[in-house]
């Protein structure tokens, strides 16, 4: 069964031109000590998708929050989930350290489809793309695999690109043949999978960002540019057609901290970008958030916070859900967090009335909870 908890937050005042924003509820998603690990929607917003360190996958409503379903199936922790094929809207992937990535009909929450990168094998993270959209490519511990996802046959695998392990694969928003890969070894890879894939010929550009890099993402207006956070909490951006560094951020952590009156940031989980516009999202181990704007024309700086979400995590916060894409599905939702506490707080905007108030703002204050003071976890 699924708990709903609501949760107690002390109201101050804001700035007027600060938004404001509320926690609805917490939902825990299981008892003990289980963790969340990514949060992503279905195309349309009428789900969305949860990784748990149960190795299962749970369904919920993004508007309501009422639990829907549960894909059960892999064996070792979930390390990527995604819809990833449009035409197929109501499959999810996962992937896992279990060497397996499978496919899920929502539908009736079964497994319809398997690959497997090998007994040995770890899969971090995977992507479709291609000339003919019908290429599944997977980092594999320091192996890039390559699937006919149609058919299922293996076409191709880089064996020589990276040492360590393959933690992101992307194929670029707009350029489908470019396939842009991270690893714990400090290097991004592009390649061009076109034609016949090697790692000879087909080896476009190699950029040494010099630390083990836990995630990339994509933003500008084209797509052209990468943000990238490394395992050590360092931002920079990147030009991935031609390699070029645009900025780096080296003690990202420090800067951050100092653009907030909350407890110094001890980890980021992610960038939100809106075309050349970027945010970089970070948290304290006792649960709270911030939205940091990044400012990276001329010199760089990490601006002062424009968000704070507090009162509804514990623990470190593994996965942010902004619900962006669909504003008239949302009803007033503002996004979803989840967290190493197991739970998923909804954050809704401020016209709504069924709401405990937590303020968007540099001044929040809240009542301290009952937490445990931990270290993030890292997989590496």
């Not at 279990?98 to 971090?124: K, L, P």
């Not at 511990?141 to 699937?147: A, G, L, V, Y």
């Not at 649960?287 to 940091?292: E, H, K, R, S, V």
């Not at 507090?310 to 939702?333: C, N, T």
């Amino acid at each position: 069964m699924e708990e709903a908890m609501e949760m107690e937050v002390e109201e101050q005042m804001t700035h007027n031109s600060t938004k404001r924003f509320g926690l609805k509820n917490s939902i825990q998603t299981n008892f003990g000590d289980d963790y969340v690990f990514q949060i992503v929607p279905k195309n349309d917003w009428t789900s969305m998708a949860v990784s748990l360190s149960t190795n299962a996958v749970k369904l919920y409503s993004p508007v309501t929050g009422q639990f829907i379903g549960e894909c059960k199936g892999h064996s070792a922790t979930i390390n990527h989930i995604s819809f990833s094929d449009p035409s197929t809207p109501h499959v999810l992937h996962s992937c896992s350290s279990d060497g397996t990535i499978r496919a899920w009909d929502i539908r009736n929450f079964q497994q319809v489809s398997c690959i497997t990168a090998g007994s040995s094998q770890e899969v971090f993270s995977f992507s479709f793309g291609g000339s003919s959209d019908n290429l599944l490519a997977a980092g594999c511990q320091s192996q890039i695999f390559f699937w006919d996802w149609r058919n299922k046959k293996q076409v191709a695998c880089l064996e020589e690109s990276h040492v360590d392990d393959v933690t992101q694969v992307h194929f670029a928003p707009g350029h489908q043949n470019k396939l842009v890969s991270a690893s714990v070894d400090g290097l991004i890879c592009v390649f061009d999978t076109s034609t016949d894939i090697d790692d000879e010929d087909h080896l476009d550009t190699v950029i040494n960002v010099g630390t083990s890099i836990g995630k990339v993402g994509f933003f500008g207006d084209t797509y052209q540019k990468l943000w990238c956070l490394t395992n050590i909490e360092t931002l920079s951006f990147w030009d991935w057609n031609d390699g070029t560094n645009i900025a780096n951020f080296e003690d990202t952590r420090s800067l951050a901290s100092e653009s907030w009156t909350q407890d110094h940031v001890d980890y980021f989980v992610d960038c939100h970008s809106e075309g050349e516009n970027l945010w970089l999202i970070g948290g304290t181990n006792s649960g709270t958030l911030g939205y940091f704007p990044i400012h990276y024309k001329g010199t760089a700086v990490v601006g002062a916070v424009e968000a704070v979400l507090a009162g509804g995590h514990m623990g470190v916060v593994r996965s942010v859900l902004r619900m962006q894409s669909k504003p008239s599905a949302s009803q007033g939702v503002f996004g979803w967090t989840g967290g190493e506490d197991g739970r998923l707080c909804c954050w809704m905007n401020d016209d709504s009335t069924e709401i405990n108030r937590s303020w968007m703002s540099s001044t929040l204050a809240v009542k301290t909870p009952r937490n445990r003071k931990k270290n993030r976890h890292h997989p590496y």
